[in-house]
């Protein structure tokens, strides 16, 4: 079976109606697959000729930028915000509690955030291995600037000098939804982030390790696109899709 992923950039693009598009895209796919089971189909071999509704779900992954943001997984604590809603204000950071996994982070100019939104019936029904794919690619790409990333054991993540316990620090985060095998959230890099911003906060609820990003790793500015270009490779290879228009 041909795995086909549509990769859109999204360009700088505010918080609310992203999430918007992800939720419009995510209900569509998870509507595409009830039909298709209603109809005695599996979830994996391809529709019938001539009837293209109950064609397989395309899958997407979209690459964006947000202005300052705070977002709260659902098994967050909104403790772990520890400025006041007066500073956020001030700064200009928007702030919600959102329907992914994990506590809370930050978004905003510098990062790369990644949507992948799955039919993981296509590729595997296996979440954790889903995580492992997408810190991998992290990984990867962190190599090809000469920066040695892994993880740690319990913590979802992509960490730098992961085996040095307070000097850990936290490249890239992650915090995905995913319902009927249909995957949305995702990923956020920091390329060139501001990390001044993680103050606001207690980065994923982890408050004995900080936060890096690629431009500090390698001491000057790096290129997103180049980023973003290096991340749809290694997550094409990985998961094995095939990009189409």
Known sequence: MTRRVEVRDLGRMDYKPCWDLQEDVFQGMVKAKIARRNAGLS??????????????????????????????????????????????????????????????????????????ILDLDQFFTDIHKYLRFLEEAVIRTCAEYGIVAGRIEGLTGVWIDPEAGAAARKICAFGVKCSRWVTMHGLALNVNTDLDFFNLIVPCGIADRGVTSLARETGGPVDVEEVKAHMTRHLAELFEWQQVP
């Open 43 to 116: 979830t994996t071999d391809p529709g019938p000729d001539g009837q293209p509704d109950l064609a397989l779900p395309l899958s997407h992954m979209y690459w964006v930028e947000h202005p300052h943001v705070l977002t709260l997984g659902k098994s967050g604590a909104a403790a772990n915000v520890v400025a006041a809603p007066e500073r956020l204000a001030e700064l200009g950071v928007q702030y919600f509690p959102i329907n992914r996994g994990g506590d809370i982070t930050y978004h905003g100019p510098g990062q790369l955030v990644g949507y992948p």
